[in-house]
């Protein structure tokens, strides 16, 4: 009708636009069409002008209104438009069609019908309404003449009327304005979080797991409950790295986490000590809404594809299956650790980082329970309480804490001890478990009350010493550790009393080692950090390479701290910076 509506300029995606050309039959119209084009963000706008004297008139304002105008009074041709651009015209072209042209850049991937093509050919195979302007090939920028040969990788520019430009990709499988693809290998929690990431910043995501479901080891956290995070995260918590966790974890803190699964439907509680969980107190929720956050548009999740082998290529990387051969322009690698094998955990990603030049530390079990002398542990089996660790050489102190331990067929366990296992993993030989069972009180006090507890119970057994102060069957273990059993608490001596409070504050357990991986809940050591960027957990080795979760050296302490590193760094990778 020779009259553009403007509103479907909008609708048009002009905004922030490389170019506008507006070429209708009407010249004022074109030029209006510019002018809201640049008010809206095009970088370029040509407005064709058939009248000599109307342009005359309006290119006195041309500066003003930021404006390039071309004058032709039968068409405007490429030549026109890239003169216009200052910029000579590759290939000569037909008119184009009246209304808006569009300007795409795609980038050429590996097998398209356009690798290897000359320009030359170009015209006569697709089509004479669409002029390749510019090819951008290793960082430099070509205005390509007829000899030019296209190749995979190229970021080719062209310019056409839009459906030209449908009809082009159509032929040649291109996508228009197509988006950049990953492949994240490893479907567990930082491996979920990074595809989700991704997928919000607009890549096409391929996430392969090995086993059969994604997030299989997640059920295992938290005893079944998964405690995702807590309130107590900082870099102080976390080992290995050299404080490389820092940044992830400030950019994703545990409110941004929070609030990322209220936006799933995962409502969650937090217990006095900081650890936040699921309130069906079901690991299960945790997973079910990031599985189903994970059908979003974007996303292709393969299970059951354990990868071979990973290669650079000139247009990313080739990730190959048992079965498939995967391609991507850029690879996360979040295949966890080697902990907990009965879950998930393997020596994979360290394997794959290995073939694309990446080094690792010494891997040890952590968070997990320690061996000891079995005769006092095993007679204790299932006890729990609440006392003072350290772990001892000699008399020097390798590390300390406080909390819960539970004996065990084969030594000591628990949330306090499961925090001391790495110092145990990576500490060698000659260490010592000591346990005080009255933390809160010096020698001297604990020596009082047994005096006290002599006249009370001067007619029992001394074993029965300790009854009240914590369980039975332990109070009987102390004070047969200390050498009384049958004998009358009245017969005790003020010495014997301190044998008993000996064993009582500094009960002795000789460590043996560690329970291995299978039963490990981390893995101490990984991937070495300084081959990584803390601020976007890609590869400073290999560009487009990127890593995150317990593949790298970093773990946490035990309480949500290894799930907060997991969502914090496969945030920060799935960003793709």
Not at 313 to 333: C, P, Q
Not at 375 to 397: D, H, Q, V
Not at 491 to 513: S, V
Request: hydrophobic share 40%; proline share 3%; net charge negative.
């Amino acid at each position: 009708e020779g009259r553009a509506n403007v509103d479907q300029l909008r609708i048009a995606n002009v905004a922030d636009a490389d170019l506008l050309i507006a070429a209708t039959t009407s010249d004022e119209t074109n030029l209006i069409s510019c002018m809201v084009g640049r008010k809206l963000g095009a970088t370029h706008t040509i407005a064709r002008v058939r009248d000599e004297e109307y342009y005359q008139d309006v290119a006195l304002l041309q500066d003003e209104l930021g404006l390039s105008l071309s004058i032709n009074p039968e068409r405007t041709s490429a030549k026109e438009i890239s003169r216009t651009l200052r910029f000579p015209a590759a290939t000569k072209v037909e008119p184009f069609a009246n209304g808006l042209v569009e300007l795409v850049e795609f980038k050429l991937r590996e097998g398209s019908k356009l690798d290897g093509l000359r320009l030359n050919d170009f015209r006569g195979r697709y089509s004479d309404g669409i002029l390749i302007c510019a090819v951008e090939r290793e960082g430099s920028v070509t205005i390509p003449n007829g000899d030019f040969v296209l190749a995979a990788g190229d970021y080719v520019t062209v310019v056409g009327a839009p459906h030209e430009l449908h009809e082009l990709f159509r032929k040649i499988g291109e996508f228009r304005h197509e988006a950049e693809s990953v492949i994240i290998i490893g479907g567990g929690a930082s491996g979920m979080m990074a595809a989700l990431a991704a997928a919000e910043n607009g890549c096409r995501v391929t996430l392969l797991e090995r086993q059969s479901r994604v997030g299989r080891k997640l059920l295992a956290t938290g005893n079944g409950r998964c405690n995702l995070t807590n309130h107590n995260v900082s870099p102080a918590r976390y080992h290995g790295g050299d404080g490389f966790c820092a940044y992830a974890l400030d950019a994703f803190d545990v409110g941004a986490t929070l609030q990322f699964f209220a936006s799933l439907g995962l409502l969650t509680v937090a217990e006095d000590s900081g650890r936040v969980y699921p309130m069906s107190n079901m690991a299960g929720s945790v997973l079910d809404v990031l599985r189903y956050a994970l059908e979003r548009p974007g996303i292709e999740v393969v299970t059951g594809q354990a990868v071979s082998s990973v290669k650079k290529t000139s247009a990313g990387f080739t990730v190959r299956t048992e079965t498939d051969t995967f391609s991507a322009e850029k690879l996360i690698l979040a295949a966890g650790g080697c902990a907990g094998s009965k879950v998930g955990g393997v020596m994979d990603g360290y394997q794959l980082a290995k073939n694309l030049g990446h080094h690792r530390t010494q891997l040890y079990p952590s968070l997990v329970q320690l061996k000891t002398d079995p005769t006092y542990p095993r007679a204790l089996k299932g006890i729990k309480a609440e006392c003072g660790i350290a772990i001892r050489r000699g008399n020097a102190s390798v590390a300390e804490n406080r909390g819960e331990v539970l004996f065990t067929e084969y030594g000591v366990s628990g949330p306090a001890i499961f925090d001391l296992s790495r110092a145990v993993s990576t500490g060698g030989e000659g260490l010592y478990c000591v346990l005080n069972f009255f933390p809160d009180w010096d020698l001297e006090e604990v020596l009082h009350w047994l005096h006290l507890r002599r006249q009370t119970m001067a007619a029992h057994e001394a074993s029965t010493l300790l009854v009240g102060s914590c369980h039975t069957r332990l109070g009987q273990m102390l004070c047969k550790a200390a050498g009384f059993t049958n004998q009358p608490a009245a017969f005790l001596t003020d010495d014997d009393l301190r044998r008993i409070a000996a064993q009582a504050t500094g009960f002795t357990l000789p460590i043996t080692g560690t329970c291995g991986f299978d039963q490990a809940q981390v893995t101490a050591g990984g991937l070495q950090t300084g081959e990584f960027d803390p601020r976007t957990m890609q590869s400073r080795l290999v560009p487009g390479l990127y890593a995150c979760g317990e593949v790298l050296d970093v773990d946490g302490d035990c309480g949500g701290f290894n799930l907060q590193w997991a969502w914090s760094s496969g945030r920060l990778a799935g960003q793709l910076r």
